[in-house]
């Protein structure tokens, strides 16, 4: 009984370091201002700014050279995803300047409607531009004549970036099922 007894009282001893000692040291390093320092510096030394873009994304089903390509789906039906590598454009034409790239995929996410889950970053090739990113999640329900979507991130010049996009179908072939679309962006970042 007497080992017992020993084992339980060093047990004891053990929690009670952990829990009085250890434990406060252990949330007072959590609650440092190391963080509430980083924010202050971050939110002084950037303002934010608000950024409009305009481009138009050339999406190409057909041909020889798409830059859309089913990866998996019946038809056009529901669950019906494409992947994506878009020209975005400066103009409605394909054959405008090339600013960028829409790469990612769409969904078709409606069972009794016609919308796409639309997870896209627009990545910019161009100018003051170059090199940077903008990243849209959201629905598309194309059978609007304008469709808002959020942007939910960046890189780049748009590092910390939140908008939304504005989408208005240009063009759309029915016969192939490419499409030239609009895009107006606003984009507050640092």
């Not at 002084?44 to 390509?69: C, I, W």
Request: include cysteine; charge should be negative.
């Amino acid at each position: 009984m007497n080992k017992l007894h020993k084992m339980a009282s060093s047990c004891s001893y053990i929690l009670f370091i952990f829990n009085f000692l250890l434990f406060p040291i252990s949330i007072s390093s959590s609650n440092g201002d190391f963080h509430n320092e980083l924010l202050e510096s971050i939110t002084v030394s950037r303002m934010e700014k608000t950024t409009h873009l305009h481009f138009y994304f050339q999406d190409v089903v057909s041909g020889n050279n798409p830059t859309a390509v089913k990866i998996i789906g019946d038809g056009y039906g529901f669950g019906t995803t494409f992947m994506m590598d878009d020209v975005l454009t400066q103009g409605p034409e394909r054959d405008s300047k090339v600013i960028g790239r829409a790469q990612g995929m769409y969904s078709s996410a409606a069972q009794n409607d016609i919308a796409f889950l639309m997870i896209v970053t627009f990545v910019f090739t161009e100018g003051l531009y170059n090199g940077s990113s903008v990243s849209m999640l959201g629905r598309n329900h194309v059978v609007d004549d304008e469709r808002e979507m959020p942007i939910v991130g960046g890189s780049g010049v748009f590092r910390f970036a939140r908008g939304y996009a504005l989408a208005h179908t240009v063009w759309f072939d029915p016969k192939t099922r490419d499409a030239s679309v609009e895009y107006n962006v606003s984009v507050v970042h640092f």
